[in-house]
Nanobody, 121 residues
Framework: QVQLVESGGGLVQPGGSLRLSCAAS????????MGWYRQVPGKERELVAR???????RYADFVQGRFTISRDNAKNVVYLQMYSLKPEDTAVYFC???????????????WGQGTQVTVAA
């Protein structure tokens, strides 16, 4: 059994900051890529940022240098530091990780339950 547990969402004013965390736990052989996606009602889930095991990162265009993704490989934790938040960043943010479980040999995509981020005055 593998779980992703997110934390750090909440309400913040425009221009403010938040840090999201996501910890992977359970029967894990290896965690490869980890990332953050977001979704608003009526729209498809979209990539925010992704980081590979070699720390290679990829960001959505709308991030525009405002967010930083990082990870602690020893703890299987991924972070998303968000600065200069805008109302349009309001969404449910989901953690995603490609994990090789102890029971297998190939990576499987796992998702967290989501954490709400609301940017409003």
């Amino acid at each position: 059994q593998v779980q992703l547990v997110e934390s750090g969402g909440g309400l913040v004013q425009p221009g403010g900051s938040l840090r999201l965390s996501c910890a992977a736990s359970g029967s894990i052989r290896q965690v490869t890529a980890m990332g953050w996606y977001r979704q608003v009602p009526g729209k498809e889930r979209e990539l925010v940022a992704r980081i590979r095991g070699d720390d290679n990162t990829r960001y959505a265009d709308f991030v525009q240098g405002r967010f930083t993704i990082s990870r602690d490989n020893a703890k299987n934790v991924v972070y998303l530091q968000m600065y200069s938040l805008k109302p349009e960043d309001t969404a449910v943010y989901f953690c995603n990780a490609d994990i090789v479980p102890v029971s297998g040999w190939h990576p499987v995509a796992y998702w967290g339950q989501g954490t709400q981020v609301t940017v409003a005055a």
